[in-house]
T-cell receptor, first 114, second 114 residues
C-alpha cells in the first residue's frame, strides 16, 4: 500500500529565509508525487507534481521539489519565503494506474515570522 | 471560473440526523472524489467516482453514501450522523482517475455533529 510521511507537523521560518518541507513516501514502483497548499479556510491548490523525467520540478509561487528515489523523498523548497506563504502544505502520492486516488500526508503547517 | 463548488459551507447536525453535501464542477472532469480532513490526519478518501455512473469506496466509506447525479454533480449523504463524522469535507475532481491525477478542490464544508 502507498503511504506518505511528513515528519514536521509545524515549521516556523523568518520572512526571507529559505524553506524545506520534508516528504517521504512508500510505493513499490515510480509514484506520482504532488505537493498541495491549503490557505486558511480554503481548499487545496496544487503547487507542483512529478511523474517522470527531470527529478527537480518547478511549481507555482516560486516553489520547487526534488524527487530522490534512493531516499524515497520528495522535499519541497523555496529560496526565500514570503509572509503570504503561511499555510498548510500536503504531500501526496498516487499510483500511475489510479493517480486520482492519492494518499495524503498529515500536512505541515508553515508559520512565517516578520 | 467557479471550478468546484460545495454546499453548504457550514452545517451543524444533531446525532442521528441526515444530510447531503452537494458538489458540482464545471471543468468537464470525468472523476470526482469526496475526502474528509481531520486535525493531524491529512485527507482521507471517502468515496470516488471514476466516471459518470460509477462509484467506489475509498479508505473510510462507513456511514456515508454517494450519488453521481450526472457528470457535473457528486453528492455525499450522511444517513444517520454521528459525532465521529465531525470533520471538514472536501470535494475534488480530476480529468480521469488514471491519468496525471491532479486534483481540483472545492473550498470545503465544515460539519459539526453534536
Amino acid at each position: 500500500a502507498q503511504s506518505v510521511t511528513q515528519p514536521d507537523i509545524h515549521i516556523t521560518v523568518s520572512e526571507g529565509a529559505s524553506l524545506e518541507l520534508r516528504c517521504n513516501y512508500s510505493y513499490g514502483a515510480t509514484p506520482y508525487l504532488f505537493w498541495y497548499v491549503q490557505s486558511p479556510g480554503q481548499g487545496l491548490q496544487l503547487l507542483l507534481k512529478y511523474f517522470s523525467g527531470d527529478t527537480l520540478v518547478q511549481g507555482i509561487k516560486g516553489f520547487e521539489a526534488e524527487f530522490k528515489r534512493s531516499q524515497s523523498s520528495f522535499n519541497l523548497r523555496k529560496p526565500s519565503v514570503h509572509w503570504s506563504d503561511a499555510a498548510e502544505y500536503f504531500c501526496a502520492v498516487g499510483a500511475p494506474t489510479n493517480a486520482g486516488k492519492s494518499t495524503f500526508g498529515d500536512g505541515t503547517t508553515l508559520t512565517v515570522k516578520p | 471560473n467557479a471550478g468546484v463548488t460545495q454546499t453548504p459551507k457550514f452545517q451543524v447536525l444533531k446525532t442521528g440526523q441526515s444530510m447531503t453535501l452537494q458538489c458540482a464542477q464545471d471543468m468537464n472532469h470525468n472523476s470526482m472524489y469526496w475526502y474528509r480532513q481531520d486535525p493531524g490526519m491529512g485527507l482521507r478518501l471517502i468515496y470516488y467516482s471514476a466516471s459518470e455512473g460509477t462509484t467506489d469506496k475509498g479508505e473510510v466509506p462507513n456511514g456515508y453514501n454517494v450519488s453521481r447525479l450526472n457528470k457535473r454533480e457528486f453528492s455525499l449523504r450522511l444517513e444517520s450522523a454521528a459525532p465521529s463524522q465531525t470533520s471538514v469535507y472536501f470535494c475534488a475532481s480530476s480529468w480521469t482517475s488514471s491519468d496525471t491525477g491532479e486534483l481540483f478542490f472545492g473550498e470545503g464544508s465544515r460539519l459539526t455533529v453534536l
